[in-house]
């Protein structure tokens, strides 16, 4: 199994949705966060006067574990579909997962997913 940790664009949230809905895959958590990379941050003014270097930009970070045949699949829609060629698109984190149980049945493995 993989864990993939999903930061994108808060209004690339649907159709991020949509692209794992579409490949059987239903649990999912979302984080609101805060984050800067490539982008720089941006500029925000918060008097007439006073400027002040703003680096965190709002993101949302989506968790999810899916069986490994789908990762390939899931990672290649993703970076198909969300992104638009400029700073901020996001980033995809894999990680390996040794097991997942499911507390309420105790299955475990791809069962418990």
Do not use: W
Not at 3 to 31: T, W, Y
């Amino acid at each position: 199994m993989k864990k993939l940790e999903i930061i994108i664009k808060a209004e690339k949230l649907e159709q991020l949705k949509e692209i794992l809905n579409q490949r059987g895959v239903h649990g999912m958590n979302l984080s609101n966060i805060m984050g800067c990379g490539n982008q720089k941050g941006n500029i925000r003014s918060t008097r007439k006067y006073d400027n002040s270097s703003i680096n965190l930009i709002p993101k949302i970070k989506v968790e999810t574990v899916i069986p490994d045949e789908l990762s390939e699949d899931v990672i290649n829609a993703v970076v198909d579909q969300i992104q638009t060629g400029n700073f901020g698109d996001g980033k995809i984190f894999v990680y390996d997962v040794e097991d997942a149980i499911r507390i309420r049945t105790g299955e475990h493995g791809s069962d418990a997913l």
